[in-house]
């Protein structure tokens, strides 16, 4: 059993909708959580981050985070073609080295 | 003004020959990182250097080979390439260990194929 779990997809949604992403993850020891974006061809790119449990928000995007249930959650809200992206979830904080560990990435098309 | 840049962002080479990547990072920070991304899109960490120390070593064949000349730069070197060396690998730099800053700021990635 991998460390973080992710469904790969593809998800593809029409322009507006909502999205859900989500990741669940076997460590309890990991405490940051973060969300990053992927191009294609490109570097991810770190979009949302959380420590512990709790939500975020930060426009458009709303991490989740329930340690109880070892859960995350990305939603994306009125999504854009622009938005059309793999999302990766990672987890950290289980040791003191910085070590980040990745779950698949969801790959997300968001149709006009 | 990248903040880690990677070279060269492309490489095809031949099975059995030697290749070197190379990262730098201007953001200061003081850990570095070597992520493989396979074709199903999934990043795994290879190694880590803290300040020109190797703190993560995962379980990589010894062909490959890490080398941090100081904390801005940090280079990988392959001995021997086989084709299941191809792969995108992406370069990282971080401020680990550091309360609240576990946020990676990634390279753009240099593709390899081996024939």
């Known amino acids: 059993q991998k460390e973080v779990e992710q469904d790969p997809g593809p998800l593809s949604v029409p322009e507006g909708a909502i999205v859900s992403l989500n990741c669940t993850y076997s460590n309890s020891a990991f405490q940051y959580f973060m969300w990053y974006r992927q191009y294609s061809r490109k570097g991810p790119e770190l979009l949302m981050y959380?420590?512990?449990?709790g939500n975020k928000e930060d426009g458009r995007f709303t991490a989740q985070v329930d340690k109880s249930s070892k859960y995350i959650s990305l939603f994306i809200r009125d999504s854009q073609p622009s938005d059309s992206a793999t999302y990766l979830c990672a987890m950290g904080g289980s040791s003191n080295t910085g070590k980040l560990i990745f779950g698949q990435g969801t790959t997300l098309q968001v149709k006009p | 003004d990248t903040a880690v840049s990677q070279t060269p962002k492309y490489l095809v080479t031949q099975m059995g020959n030697d290749k070197s990547i190379k990262c730098e990072q201007n953001l200061g920070h003081d850990t570095m990182y070597w992520y493989k991304q396979d074709s199903k899109k999934f990043l795994k960490i290879m190694f880590s250097y803290n300040n020109k120390e190797l703190i993560i070593n995962e379980t990589v064949p010894n062909r490959f080979s890490p080398k941090s000349p100081d904390k801005a730069h940090l280079n990988l070197h392959i001995n021997s390439l086989e084709l299941g060396d191809s792969a995108v690998y992406f370069c990282?730099?971080?401020?680990?260990?550091?309360?609240?800053?576990?946020?990676?700021?990634f390279g753009s990635g240099t593709r390899l194929t081996v024939v």
């Open positions: 990282a730099s971080s401020q680990a260990g550091v309360q609240g800053n576990y946020g990676y700021t």
């Open positions: 959380t420590y512990s449990s």
